[in-house]
């Protein structure tokens, strides 16, 4: 709780000094203290979670050791930070973290009056509700007047009241900060409702008594691009988390992945040896070296092999690919070119 109030007035202190100052180099602090300090969430299976020797996976944890991989050429040259919604933008506005990659929708405000930069997608989603099989529900306009669990300092607590009201029902919000919290109390059945990003659903499900006695509703009543984040006013470091993900992205439509990598390599095709590194100074003009990409893929994976490993269809979440497919594959993923 100190911390969380200590970090505030720090955080508001410096989000005002990232308006008028534009503080740069984080990439140089990261190379010197030899590792990326990453803040992820407190543990939401397939997106960032600890096992039991407190080494982190998931899909938010590949982009923090994807970024490692860029810097260092070693995915395990990061300590991760884990926060809670509530606490996560003052602790990338102090300076406590280097980067965020922790389930965060883009919004406007987010993106200009908190002083931080979105660098990209790495999860399009959406909110949705998870009720109790019993409740005998089959859609969200039939929730009124039901009891709603959710998160504090989220757009999912904004978004529930948007929706109740343009729905014209009465509902009660029952909020935690921490979301094993909300968990919890939905679990014990002290609220009718839980909320949150569609994919957030499907790993909470999972730490429930029995997740086989609920489901998820139909409805989806927001879009949630969820990315990683970095400091406005370091635009070197925004750009090398930004160019991280586009690799990964682009590494997928070029068919390179961490198993074909070192046969890529010698591939005749332009847009693979920029990729690689084997022509063009591409991490050079990053502030890393050429074969940043590479690394990246060796380590960490294309965007799909991460997609697969974590969340997808053979993972305890079992989430199709559906708008996280590639723009050419029925998706909106789509990275700029390596060019
Ligand atoms: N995407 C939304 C919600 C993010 C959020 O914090 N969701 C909760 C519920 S899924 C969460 O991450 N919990 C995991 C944790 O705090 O470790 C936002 O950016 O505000």
Known sequence: MKRTLKSLVIGTAAAIAVATTAPAGTL????????????????????????DKGNWTGL?????????????????????????????FTALQSGEVDMLSRNTTWTATRDTALGLNFAGVNYYDGQGFMVRKSLGVTSAKQLGGAAVCTNTGTTTELNVAD?????KMQYEVVAFEKSDEVVKAYDEGRCDVYTTDRSGLAAQRLKLKNPDEHIVLPEIISKEPLGPVVRQGDDQWFDLVKWTLFAM???????????????MKKSNNPAIKRLLGVEGKFGENLGVSNDWAYNII??????????????????????????????????????PPIR
């Not at 929706?163 to 729905?167: E, L, V, W």
């Not at 799909?304 to 559906?322: C, F, I, M, Q, W």
Request: with cysteine; aromatic share 10%; charged share 25%.
């Open 28 to 51: 140089d602090d990261v190379k010197k203290k030899g590792f990326v300090q990453c803040g992820v969430s407190q543990g939401l299976p397939g997106f960032s979670n600890p096992d």
């Open 60 to 88: 938010d944890v590949d982009v923090c050791r994807a970024v490692a991989a860029a810097v260092f050429g070693d995915p395990n040259k990061v300590k991760f930070t884990p926060l809670s919604a509530k606490e996560r």
């Open 163 to 167: 929706y109740f009201r343009a729905n």
């Open 249 to 263: 992205v682009n590494a997928e439509e070029l068919g390179v992945n961490s198993k074909n990598v070192d046969e």
């Open 298 to 335: 060796k380590h960490v994976g294309n965007y799909g092999e991460s997609y697969d490993r974590n969340v997808g269809p053979k993972t305890p979440l079992g989430l199709a690919r559906g708008l996280n497919a590639l723009w050419n594959k029925g998706g909106i993923m789509y990275a």
